[in-house]
């Protein structure tokens, strides 16, 4: 069953700690995207990343951090610098030269 | 600019046609993408259209392109209380391999 899975669905942090949101794919897709969702908005784009071992800020990358070491997986480290941290966080990919995206659940970030 | 422009909401009865529209800025996009996201989930890929092309229809959807216009719409017949979510319309960026979306249309449908 291909697919994309972000853990976990609801996360709960203190304020000035950092967390990590998972995002893993078993769909082979080259490309990885990190999105933000506020209520009653669109997306933006924190970050992507093309290829293992690359990756690009997007529209609004600050206090956040990607990593990308194997190609099934694109972590996202949401900082302690991040002003307003509690949104919903979504994860697609894409295969390499197309810009259709499948996306994950999604990851509920609660910051206090 | 990279603004995708939507109406917030639209309210619609059971049974009628939805119309969802949506103004793109790049004119370079090859393709144009509709989403769906129903509450707390992630977002579906609903349809797509090809930029040499003026009309797409998929069983209930059936997807506009003006292209002269820049403007996208997408119209469901026969809604159903199952079709209220937020509907998201997508463009290329060609330029740096990643979409821009829309605001996204709340669309709600009542009994």
């Known amino acids: 069953d291909g697919g994309i899975t972000q853990s976990p669905k609801y996360l709960f942090r203190k304020e000035g700690q950092n967390v990590t949101l998972s995002c893993e794919q078993n769909?082979?897709?080259?490309?990885m995207y990190w999105y933000r969702q506020d209520p009653g908005q669109g997306l933006r784009l924190i970050y992507y990343?093309?290829?293992?071992?690359?990756?690009q800020k997007g529209d609004i990358a600050e206090g956040y951090s990607v990593s990308r070491e194997k190609k099934e997986s694109f972590p996202l480290t949401v900082t302690s610098a991040q002003k307003n941290p509690t949104a919903f966080y979504l994860c697609?990919?894409?295969?390499?030269?197309?810009?259709?995206?499948?996306f994950g659940p999604g990851t509920r970030l609660t910051v206090t | 600019g990279e603004d995708v422009e939507q109406s917030l909401f639209l309210s619609v009865r059971e049974g009628d046609s939805s119309v969802i529209n949506c103004t793109y800025t790049?004119?370079?996009?090859?393709?144009l993408y509709w989403y769906k996201q129903e509450p707390g989930a992630g977002l579906q890929l609903l349809t797509y259209?090809?930029?040499?092309?003026d009309m797409k229809q998929d069983q209930r959807l059936t997807v506009l392109l003006n292209k002269k216009d820049k403007h996208l719409s997408l119209r469901i017949a026969d809604t159903q209380t199952g079709d209220s979510a937020i509907y998201f319309c997508?463009?290329?960026?060609?330029?740096?391999?990643?979409?821009?979306f829309g605001t996204g249309t709340r669309l709600l449908v009542s009994p």
């Open positions: 259209i090809f930029s040499n092309m």
């Open positions: 990343s093309q290829i293992v071992n690359d990756f």
């Open positions: 769909l082979n897709h080259d490309a």
């Open positions: 997508a463009e290329e960026n060609t330029g740096f391999q990643k979409l821009v």
């Open positions: 697609a990919s894409s295969r390499e030269g197309a810009y259709e995206q499948y």
């Open positions: 790049d004119s370079s996009s090859t393709y």
